[in-house]
């Protein structure tokens, strides 16, 4: 089955304790993606990449990292996380040679920062 | 930079009632647009798109939205909705070709509630 994977699907922590929030996919796409989903706010990316070892930021980067390695992997990475992460976190792909640019979303992570 | 911008933050309806969500893009170039739902619970999954030709588009569900370029707008159209519509609502786009492309800029959502 086409789909887009993350883990943890909920993940409670505390302020400065590094996390990495794992995203794969098994569609051979060469876009991912990463957005954050706040109330009023909608969903802001943070960072995307358009093919291995190639990443750049979105709209909202501050305080997150990706690394582009494989593939169909595309972890964020909050080396030292705040209260104001706290938020639901998606990780979408899709397939750049179709040139339908349609995004393949993950189930979400919702992630607590203390 | 892109920017969009949903009117409605919130749309309360009847069962058979008509359905338009306002979206406004700001953007000096040619875009990609899009409408996506998010089901209570569920994730993100695509509604329809636009990237050229007839601006009136058609989706899945009986969904359908019209560009209009000289109002950059892209506002989302159901003739009678059902209480299964009920959901956030949101409007994207991208700049068409190049590399910049990869930026896909949300509005802030509308939430659609639907009262049998």
């Known amino acids: 089955e086409a789909q887009v994977t993350q883990n943890p699907r909920y993940l409670i922590t505390v302020t400065g304790k590094k996390l990495t929030v794992t995203c794969s996919q098994n569609?051979?796409?060469?876009?991912m993606s990463w957005y954050r989903q706040d109330p009023g706010l909608g969903l802001r990316q943070i960072y995307y990449?358009?093919?291995?070892?190639?990443?750049d930021k979105g709209d909202v980067p501050e305080g997150y990292k990706v690394s582009r390695k494989e593939k169909r992997n595309f972890p964020l990475i909050l080396e030292s996380p705040s209260p104001n992460q706290t938020s639901l976190y998606f990780c979408?792909?899709?397939?750049?040679?179709?040139?339908?640019?349609?995004?393949?979303f993950g189930p979400g992570t919702r992630l607590t920062v203390l | 930079a892109q920017s969009v911008s949903q009117h409605n933050h919130h749309v309360i309806l009847s069962e058979a009632a008509s359905l338009e969500l306002g979206c406004n893009y700001s953007?000096?170039?040619?875009?990609?647009l899009f409408w996506y739902v998010q089901y209570p619970g569920q994730h993100l999954q695509l509604l329809l798109k636009?990237?050229?030709?007839?601006?009136l588009v058609k989706g899945i569900k009986g969904f359908e939205a019209e560009f209009i370029k000289s109002k950059f707008s892209f506002n989302l159209r159901k003739p009678s909705v059902q209480w299964s519509d009920t959901a956030e609502y949101f409007c994207?786009?991208?700049?068409?070709?190049?590399?910049?492309?990869?930026?896909?800029?949300f509005g802030q959502g509308t939430i659609l509630t639907v009262h049998p």
């Open positions: 979408a792909s899709s397939l750049i040679a179709e040139g339908t640019d349609t995004q393949y």
């Open positions: 569609m051979n796409h060469e876009y």
């Open positions: 990449s358009m093919n291995v070892e190639v990443t």
């Open positions: 953007y000096g170039g040619t875009v990609n």
């Open positions: 636009y990237f050229s030709g007839d601006p």
């Open positions: 994207a786009v991208n700049a068409a070709g190049g590399t910049s492309y990869g930026k896909l800029t």
